[in-house]
């Protein structure tokens, strides 16, 4: 059974920094595409940034040179590393992983982050 659980989610003040962690398990981490997406009222799910099993990233405009992404294949765990966060980060933050070779996807349930002063 796949899961994804995410943790690190809170409130921070506006400059502040959070990281984001997910844990994966019942998935064959190595060959997943993991990422983050996030999703604030009112609006649609955007992604955030993403990485592929080799370590290639991909990042919203939004969130380049604030935000990073990593993983530890070894621990089965992706990163979102968040700085210089601003109010409109304020969403919950979805875990994501993607089978490269089937494309299948699966979801966290989600990790609200809240950025105010």
């Known amino acids: 059974q796949v899961r994804l659980v995410e943790s690190g989610g809170g409130l921070v003040q506006p400059g502040g920094s959070l990281r984001l962690s997910c844990a994966a398990s019942g998935v064959m981490f190595s060959i997943y595409a993991m990422g983050w997406y996030r999703q604030a009222p009112g609006k649609q799910r955007e992604l955030v940034a993403s990485i592929t099993s080799n370590g290639s990233t991909n990042y919203g405009d939004s969130v380049k040179g604030r935000f990073t992404i990593s993983r530890d294949n070894a621990k089965n765990l992706v990163y979102l590393e968040m700085n210089s966060l601003k109010h409109e980060d304020t969403a919950v933050y979805y875990c994501?992983?993607?089978?490269?070779?089937?494309?299948?996807?699966?979801w966290g349930q989600g990790t609200q982050v809240t950025v105010s002063s």
């Open positions: 994501n992983a993607r089978n490269q070779l089937s494309a299948r996807e699966y």
